[in-house]
Structure formats: structure tokens, C-alpha cells
């Protein structure tokens, strides 16, 4: 008995489409790769009906209906910074930094004791860059952290904090990180990579690491044995070729070295910026933009939304447009993302909360660890909570 053809088969069969964008699917089905001017076409032509199946057609063929989350906290050390952005809603400049906060490793310490006892796996340590919080101090602080819970995983810094810390110690990129590593850090988030364009990176984000010193800092940390995400910035002055530029640098680095674990698109917000005067793109292009990362990022395992910057309602309708992990239950009164204009002020939500966000939209929970190894699956659990609720129900 053979099996059935794929659904698309029977959709491409009966649907007048433009015969790239066919050929694009046809790719697809047949586990293909993509071109960078057919990734450049589907942003162009493809309408969000068409890159979501595509999209959908891999997410389930990687995972099924499953999605992932893990229990994390953030800690920011700081939001003073000596670079200004002008995307950004957050830092202050040192000039102003009456107007910020500068944690000390005791005070992050104390953060982070404050997670005690409750089942956490990981913690995202990343904020803006000052002198003091310099190469020492985060050695220490990864050192304190790993000492007071040994397996609590460090996730921490970006590349632009690293370029800087390592350039003022006068280290190398593998000197540097390998440090890093021995004192505790165990993998790297994706920010700071906005757009990887020079002449978008310098408009919007000039002084602060280049885009080849960004996946150089990746490459190194992967050669040993950090992983680490992947990021973009989309949404504001670039164009589609400037997205598919920007992934394409990515999946290149990904097949040297196969050390990212997910990539993230990240939407700028127009709040409280330089570049206020710029709409935000619509949800529309939020989960064009997500579908078409799964379909060009073929060698990318996740692709991760952020709920917290997108919201809850954009996040579930993106776990049909590409997306399988949804981030964390954060845990803290993180400020990036409030502060930038995010659909959620106060960015936290507990474990039932995300099983059943996740779980209302037919997917399947699944709890992970930061490398992707399963900690729980909830498809069969049922929070007291929610029976108690059904009970004054019914």
C-alpha cells in the first residue's frame, strides 16, 4: 500500500501559483535547499497562506506537534550602556546613568537565590555594556553562580558585550571564551546580531561589534563547545534582501559548525526609540517573516517567537506558521521587552499558564532544558488549578 501524497501536492495540483514560487515548494517537499533569490521571491511574492503551509510542512515533519519551553528567569546586570542604538528602548548612556541600574554579583546573586528551590533550569544573563562590568567580573560572577547551583545552566552575554569585555582585557575571541567556559558559562543567547548589512547595521546601530565580528565570536564559541542562538532584528529600514542576506550568513556558519540550537526573529518595537517615527510591521509580516525563516534556515533544528515581546495570541497563531519553541516562563520583571512597547508589561507566566497557551491551539508541551533535552511532556497533565476551576464550573 502506498502512502498518501502530501496535502501540498494536492493543493499545488489544483491552485494557480506562479511557477518559482511552485518550484520553491517543490524544493520543500522534496528536502531541497532553497536558493538566496528564491528566499528573496518568497518574501517578495509569497502570500502568508502559501510560506505558512510550506513552513508548517517542516515544522511538523522536524517535530510534530511538538512544542517546547523551558522554566528560565532573566537577569539584566545592566541597563547603562556605552554603545546607543537607536532601536533601542532600554539602555541609558553612561551620562545618564542616574537614570539605569548597575548590579553588583552580589546583588545578581541575590536575584538569583531568590529562584531557590523552585524547579528553574536555566538562567539568561545579558543587558548593556558598562567598563566595570568588565572580564573579571563576569568570570566571578559565573563562578559565584555555579558555586551557590551547580546545575543551573548559564546562559550569557552576546557578542557585543563579549567583543567589548575581551578587546578592553586585551584577549583573544578563543582566550575569551574558553575563560568564560571554564568559569561556568555553558551556552550564549543571539542578541546583538540585528542586521548583519553594514550599511543598516551602521545606521541603526553603529559603533558596537560588526556583523563578521558577531559570527566570529559565534564561531569560536562553538569550536568549544558552547552553542548558542541566533537572532534578527527585522521590521524597521531594512529590506527583504537584507533579511535573506542576514540568514544566509547564519546558514552558512550553521553548516560550518552546527552550533546554534534555535533562531529568533525579534520585531522592533517603535516605543520610547530613535526610531519611533517607524511603523511596526504588521502580524501579517510577523508570521510571514516566521515562516519563511523555517523554510530558508533548513539546517536550523528550532525556531523560537518570543511570547513575551509578541504576545500570547500571535505566539499561539506562529506554532502553525513554523515555530516550535516558545521561550520560557521568564520569571521576572524583565524590562527589555515592556520598555520597547511589548504586548506583555509584565513579561512572566507560569508553567500551567504556558502548557495551556500552548496546549489551546492542539499542540503538544513539551518542557525542555536549554540543549533541547526533554524534562517533561504535559500532554496528559492536568493542573490542580484547572480542576478546581472546573468544579465551580460545573
Known sequence: MTASPSPIYTILENTKIDSALKSIAEKVLNNERISFDEGVLLYEKGELGFVGMLANYIRNKKHGNKTYFNRNFHVEPTNVCVYSCKFCSYSRLIKHREEGWELSIDDILNKIKQYDGQPVTEVHITGGVIPKQDFNFYQDLFKAIKQHRPELHIKALTPVEYHYIFKKAKVSYAEGMQAMKNAG??????????????????????????????????????????????????????????????????????????????????????????????????????????????????????????????????????????????????????????????????????????????????????????????????????????????????
Open 185 to 394: 558559562l555553558d551556552s550564549m543567547p543571539g542578541g546583538g546580531a540585528e542586521i548583519f548589512d553594514s550599511k543598516i547595521r551602521d545606521e541603526i546601530a553603529g559603533g558596537k561589534c560588526s556583523a563578521e565580528e558577531w559570527l566570529s565570536i559565534h564561531e569560536t564559541a562553538h569550536q568549544l563547545g558552547i552553542p548558542s542562538n541566533a537572532t534578527m532584528l527585522y521590521g524597521h529600514i531594512e529590506n527583504f534582501t537584507h533579511r535573506v542576506d542576514h540568514m544566509e550568513r547564519l546558514r552558512q556558519l550553521q553548516d560550518k559548525t552546527h552550533g546554534f540550537n534555535a533562531f529568533i526573529p525579534l520585531k522592533f518595537r517603535n516605543q520610547h526609540n530613535e526610531m519611533e517615527h517607524l511603523p511596526e510591521a504588521t502580524i501579517t509580516e510577523d508570521l510571514r517573516n516566521y515562516a519563511i525563516a523555517r523554510i530558508y534556515l533548513d539546517n536550523f533544528e528550532h525556531i523560537k517567537s518570543y511570547w513575551a515581546m509578541i504576545g500570547r495570541n500571535t505566539t499561539q497563531l506562529s506554532l502553525n506558521f513554523g515555530v516550535d519553541d516558545v521561550d520560557g516562563t521568564i520569571d521576572d520583571t524583565t524590562k527589555i521587552y515592556s520598555m520597547a512597547g511589548s504586548e506583555e508589561q509584565i513579561p512572566a507566566m507560569s508553567t500551567r499558564e504556558l502548557v495551556n497557551l500552548i496546549k489551546a491551539v492542539g499542540r503538544t508541551p513539551i518542557e525542555r532544558d536549554t540543549l533541547y533535552n526533554v524534562v517533561q511532556d504535559y500532554t496528559y497533565v492536568v493542573f490542580e488549578e484547572d480542576e478546581k476551576e472546573k468544579a465551580r464550573m460545573y
